[in-house]
């Protein structure tokens, strides 16, 4: 019940935003998928091939992702001109981006917790 409310919820906001079509898909990316993923999980809590076929995947991308912005700390190899500024510096992974790093890595951290 709650699951399907915050989509309703996110959707009238998606309805009502200035963004137009950019809204949507914000919808499907924050809103829709973490929830059918949600399930998805839920759904397979019972078997034990959650952790082999869910939670392992996903941990190993998370520190392959870590791993890389890691060393980018040490060694600025790859990484998008203005974040390689001296004195401006930021580790981007294998992003375009380093915020792209903390919004792929913040949500895995309560699943690995859980």
């Known amino acids: 019940m709650l699951p399907a409310l915050w989509i309703l919820i996110a959707a009238i906001a998606a309805v009502g935003s200035p963004a137009g079509m950019r809204a949507w898909g914000m919808w499907k990316a924050y809103f829709v998928a973490p929830v059918v993923l949600f399930w998805i999980i839920r759904s397979l809590r019972d078997q034990l ?3 082999r076929h869910i939670i392992t995947p996903f941990a190993l991308g998370a520190f392959v992702i870590a791993a890389i912005a890691i060393a ?11 974040w390689v500024v001296p004195g401006r510096f930021r580790a981007t992974s294998v992003f375009g981006y380093p915020n792209a790093v903390g919004l792929y890595l913040a949500p895995l951290i309560p699943l690995f917790l859980g």
């Open 49 to 51: 091939n959650v952790i």
């Open 72 to 82: 980018q700390r040490w060694w600025p190899v790859g990484v998008p001109y203005p």
